[in-house]
């Protein structure tokens, strides 16, 4: 069974960056892999979507902001956070392969 597991989230101020991790236990190779997250008091939301080929689309809010990325040797996807705001605060998910991991807690203060 596949199992995923997030790490990276932390508190930061407003303007600053973090890089989120998603490790998978299984061989993801060029699979589709999510990033969603979840504000309190809202629904979970889809970030981003890295395709097969590399090709990654982007919730509009987070355009030109966030990157996903991945490292198929270590079986690892990446979330690049730069220039946060308030509003990206929450829980984020990774999913893959219809697993869905712990989530790692991103609190940006202003």
């Known amino acids: 069974q596949v199992q995923v597991k997030e790490s990276g989230g932390g508190l930061v101020q407003v303007g600053g960056s973090l890089r989120l991790s998603c490790k998978v236990s299984g061989t993801i190779g060029d699979i589709i892999g999510d990033w969603y997250r979840q504000a309190p008091g809202k629904q979970r939301e889809l970030v981003g979507r890295?395709?097969?080929?590399?090709?990654?689309l982007y919730v509009d809010s987070v355009k030109g902001r966030f990157t996903i990325s991945r490292d198929i040797t270590k079986n690892t996807m990446y979330l690049q956070m730069n220039s946060l705001k308030p509003e990206d605060t929450g829980a984020y998910y990774c999913?893959?392969?219809?697993?869905w991991g712990q989530g790692t807690q991103v609190t940006v203060s202003s």
């Open positions: 999913h893959v392969m219809g697993t």
């Open positions: 890295i395709f097969s080929g590399d090709k990654v």
